[in-house]
């Protein structure tokens, strides 16, 4: 089960995450204490890496010259004034202060969360059109080569270029589409962003789920006479699932990554992008508190991504990809 | 044992058609579709007359690209050093990482769980404040963020690589008394190589479209991304759309060059692919 | 259609399989490969019958084509006095591969269960039609794991349950034994002996083995490569009626018939009486 990378995958993503579990996942045991002691023996050593940035960080601040490391007018090391670089102690106390000096002011993680929050919804609305039109390109491609042949390079080549770059482009829609009583809502630009970006994994992933089951399997359903959906329904489908959770696992990161972006570039309210624009403005004055929707943004790419990992818990019967050869 | 499926063209849907016919189709179908969708465009906006804010035409957007191309090629030529500037550092920090984590274990167990989560969250939400550690005038924000965009793929493809050898080539390596230098040479980096490059190749047009995102949170004006919002915030949609071809054109030469890279070094050692 | 007198109905009625002047060209990028050329075949109904020969001579694809996963290039085929294509539809064979093939997401029952439920077999029906099933391969213990806790030899019987589900009247099965040890092997071997006596269906068996051929036989049809031809249609004598096929046993291995049977197979597979085999040259 090499992979030497022919296959293609979201510009947005990584290689590795494209493939299903079927090489990198150990030897299956029957759960019990072992497989616990070594979930948490992973959080141990994650958290440890963690402490190392930290370490890095404080580091280079309590070490690193103020003004940064200059090479030939560029500065390739940051400044280590508290203004630059805040303590890290201090970012995540600052968290738990009122966002403005005003006495009936929210502490700043509240109106983090809440503005992930919103991000969050729009993301998802996002992902759910993504997951349904690329669940849908799949299937028509799986279905009619032609359709594969036409469509699939524009896919790839797609991906390959930076199309969000056309968000700020998108504001432009923002009340002036109405279509009856329907009026095309500024958020509905960022969603839109959103679910595009969220598709190319999806619908390559499930191209390729679909694709997946072995010649022995379609001409078994061949041989009871079985019609395009039953074949569908009781193989293609069941066999995509180890293709489909990564996709839909990448399709959540790209559609907040999309969601963020989307709203720093219409200028969208009430989301995180906005806030990150907003509180970096502070800095100057209160240089921990543009960290607050930093935290927020890591956050949420963790919390889409984690929610889709669940789905995988659920079909886990899906996931037996060893042949039954 | 005779398994002739393997060897097989995969099973046609119905009866497929001849193979000639098919390696023509294979050509003419995207570009139909990519005429057919052109096509459609320019019907909405010439005929049914959609505005201009939703979909400016083609032609308008070529006709602005000729009028504005000095400013389009100082702005590609800026997005695309930042891009090319982070590429470079994410890529040596990638495989360099990779390296230590592929040959002690702590540093496998720590990294992994940092990677895997930077490939879920949005890098670019730390252009804001990557701006004033480096300083509002520098571009070095962004190549940071491009780089640690790149950094993922690299990272994760090389680690891969590096994985790949088999425990009979080891073995033999064993066997011959081969330093822990000529084994990096002679077996370890030729069988990653293939997944090297492909990293490189995914992270280019990361690395593009990162260093061009980034520019919507700010710091110095100029790139493609700057240029992309500005013209789109004075409403003059055809010349932000002749923005955004040039930024597809920007991430379709990264992705060529990294493409061409990748097959010519493939070429030169064809059998280098870790396949057992 | 169970037990004996429906069977004997069927042979007065069809042959199951009636293949003549059947050629099977393949287009492929560097050209075309004749694969059948002239295959004439009748396999009487309850008949069990052996395709053997050299790797590449066309017995999966002669298999193939009776099951309709493929068309010939030409001459005709009928199955139980249909076309191959609607006795695929009405679902007259089983079919069993080299390679087990079992759903990876399904438990051993819900394999077995897979063509009942795509034909709308009421569930309850379904349910102790599999436990049957499980009981005549023997893995009744086993219903509830899934295909991946399974050893080779227990999936390819799940694999032959599965194609029992329907009481086909034909099973059509392609070196189902070939990835299976020796011992294994022939531990199978004697159980599809029995099924096929008890069940009455009629078997068209792809093997690479002489021994298996002619220990499940009734006849044995030696093939030759490029292009793929009936070269010899060598009839066992072990009996060719169900109840004489119920009656081979372990036994029959050891028997001097058998290996006279064997010689003839083999002499037929090298076109010419061979000196290799001491035992067929004393016999002889
Ligand atoms: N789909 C196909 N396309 C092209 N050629 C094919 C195809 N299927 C079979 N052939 C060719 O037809 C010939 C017969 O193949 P077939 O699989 O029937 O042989 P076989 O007797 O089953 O061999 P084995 O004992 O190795 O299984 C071979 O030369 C093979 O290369
Ligand atoms: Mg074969």
């Known amino acids: ?325 | 044992m005779a398994t002739p499926a393997v060897t097989r063209p995969r099973p046609t849907r119905g009866h497929g058609p001849s193979p000639r016919t098919e390696t023509t189709l294979r050509i003419v179908a995207p570009v139909a579709v990519g005429l057919l969708v052109l096509g459609a465009w320019q019907f909405l906006v010439s005929v049914v007359g959609v505005s201009d804010y939703l979909l400016p035409s083609p032609a308008s957007i070529i006709e602005e690209f000729a009028a504005y191309w000095p400013s389009i090629a100082s702005a590609m030529l800026i997005t695309g050093a930042n891009s090319l500037v982070g590429l470079v550092i994410g890529s040596v920090l990638g495989i360099a990482l990779a390296a230590l984590a592929a040959r002690w274990r702590p540093v496998d167990r720590m990294s992994a769980p940092v990677v895997a989560s930077l490939a879920v969250v949005p890098i670019v939400a730390l252009a804001p404040v990557l701006n004033s550690m480096f300083g509002a005038d520098s571009q070095f924000g962004r190549q940071a963020i491009a780089a640690l965009a790149s950094f993922v793929p690299v990272f994760i493809n090389t680690l891969r690589g590096f994985r790949q050898t088999t425990p009979v080539h080891r073995e033999l390596m064993r066997a011959y008394a081969a330093t822990p230098g000529q084994v990096l040479r002679t077996l370890t980096l030729p069988t990653a190589r293939p997944f090297i490059l492909t990293g490189i190749r995914i992270a280019s047009s990361l690395a593009v479209i990162s260093a061009l995102v980034a520019e919507y949170f700010g710091g110095p004006r100029g790139g493609l991304g700057s240029l992309i919002s500005t013209s789109a915030a004075s409403s003059a949609y055809a010349r932000a759309w002749a923005y955004v071809v040039a930024s597809i054109a920007l991430g379709l030469l990264f992705y060529l060059v990294t493409l061409g890279l990748e097959r010519m070094l493939q070429r030169r050692a064809p059998q280098a692919g870790g396949r057992p | 259609m169970s037990g004996q007198t429906g069977f004997r109905e069927a042979r007065a009625a069809d042959a199951a399989v009636e293949i003549s002047g059947v050629d099977k060209v393949f287009e492929t990028r560097s050209g075309q490969v004749q694969a059948l050329d002239t295959i004439e075949l009748t396999v009487a109904a309850g008949e069990f019958v052996s395709l053997i020969g050299p790797s590449g001579c066309g017995k999966s694809t002669l298999m193939r084509i009776i099951a309709d996963l493929d068309e010939p290039t030409g001459g005709t085929l009928a199955v139980f006095g249909k076309s191959a294509r609607q006795a695929r539809l009405d679902q007259e064979y089983g079919i069993a591969f080299q390679q087990a093939g079992l759903l990876p997401w399904r438990t051993v029952a819900a394999n077995v269960a897979l063509p009942l439920e795509l034909h709308g077999v009421a569930s309850a029906a379904r349910a102790s039609r599999v436990a049957e099933l499980l009981e005549m391969v023997g893995l009744s213990d086993f219903a509830d794991r899934y295909p991946d806790q399974l050893s080779g030899g227990m999936q390819q019987r799940v694999a032959i349950a599965r194609a029992l589900a329907e009481q086909p009247r034909l099973l059509l099965m392609d070196e189902p034994f070939g990835a299976l040890d020796e011992m294994t092997r022939e531990k199978m071997q004697t159980e599809l002996v029995r099924i096929s006596a008890e069940t009455g269906a009629a078997v068209v068996f792809v093997t690479h083995s002489i021994p298996e051929a002619v220990f499940l036989s009734d006849r044995v049809v030696v093939m030759s490569p490029r292009p793929g031809r009936v070269r010899e249609i060598v009839p066992m004598r072990l009996g060719t009626d169900a109840s004489a096929r119920a009656a081979r046993t372990e036994e029959l291995r050891e028997e001097r018939s058998f290996f006279e049977m064997v010689t003839a197979v083999r002499e037929a597979l090298h076109g010419s009486p061979v000196a290799t085999g001491p035992r067929g040259v004393e016999h002889r």
């Open chain 1, 1 to 325: 089960m090499t992979d030497t990378g022919v296959r293609e995958t979201s510009a947005v993503t990584d290689a590795a995450a494209m493939t299903p579990a079927r090489d990198i996942r150990p030897p299956r045991r029957p759960g019990g204490p072992g497989r616990v002691r070594r979930g948490f023996a992973q959080w141990a050593w994650g958290l440890a890496g963690l402490l190392v940035v930290v370490l890095v960080w404080e580091g280079y601040k309590l070490l690193g010259p103020a003004d940064g490391v200059v090479v030939g007018g560029a500065r390739v090391l940051p400044r280590t004034t508290d203004l630059a670089m805040p303590h890290v102690w201090e970012m995540i106390g600052r968290l738990a202060e009122p966002v403005t000096r005003s006495p009936s002011a929210q502490p700043l993680w509240l109106v983090v969360a809440l503005a992930a929050l919103t991000t969050l919804g729009i993301a998802a609305a996002g992902w759910l059109v993504g997951v349904v039109v690329g669940v849908g390109l799949a299937l028509v491609m799986q279905r009619w080569r032609i359709a594969e042949w036409g469509i699939l390079p524009w896919i790839v080549l797609s991906q390959t270029v930076p199309l969000i770059a056309f968000a700020p482009v998108v504001k432009s829609w923002g009340s002036r589409v109405e279509i009856g009583a329907f009026e095309w809502q500024d958020w509905m630009s960022v969603a839109l962003i959103a679910s595009y970006l969220a598709f190319f994994p999806i619908a390559i992933g499930a191209l390729k789920g679909l694709q997946s089951p072995d010649r022995i399997h379609t001409e078994l359903m061949q041989s009871y006479a079985a019609g395009y959906w039953q074949t569908l329904v009781k193989l293609r489908l069941p066999a995509a699932v180890p293709y489909l959770l990564p996709a839909l696992r990448l399709g959540a990161a790209n559609a907040v990554i999309g969601a963020v972006v989307a709203e720093v570039s219409t200028g969208l309210q009430g989301g995180i992008g906005r806030i990150l624009i907003q509180f970096a403005g502070q800095a100057s004055g209160d240089p921990a508190k543009a960290w607050g929707p930093i935290f927020g943004a890591i956050v949420l790419g963790l919390v889409a991504a984690g929610s889709v990992a669940l789905l995988g818990v659920i079909l886990k019967d899906y996931r037996r990809t060893e042949e039954a050869a």
